[in-house]
């Protein structure tokens, strides 16, 4: 059956794009069997961390203070009271104390 180009519809955006006859053989080749449910803005944006639907966007970080040395940092986690948080540096020398 010969491939011919295909209209599809972004699922994060909307906007319709084609599928290329190109495209459809590179997908072939490398044994993908579904179409692509992204435009390729979206996917460009969603590789680079951009923001989308599922996107790989910035962590969220939060102000904290180092319970050892009482410097300012930021975390991946929002610092719970009974819990005590580290900076990088303490934290890098409380973990070779532990070994």
Do not use: I
Request: proline share 5%; hydrophobic share 20%; glycine share 10%.
């Amino acid at each position: 059956m010969a491939l011919e180009d295909k209209t599809l519809t972004c699922s994060d955006c909307g906007k319709s794009f084609t599928f290329t006859v190109g495209e459809q053989e590179f997908y072939k080749t490398k044994g993908l069997q579904h179409d692509p449910s992204r435009c390729p803005d979206c996917r460009a944006s969603r590789r680079k961390g951009g923001s989308g639907s599922g996107g790989y966007g910035q962590r969220q970080m939060y102000s904290a203070t180092c319970a050892s040395c009482g410097a300012s940092c930021e975390v991946p986690f929002e610092p719970k009271q009974e819990r005590p948080v580290y900076c990088s540096a303490c934290y890098s020398s409380q973990k070779k104390d532990d070994r």
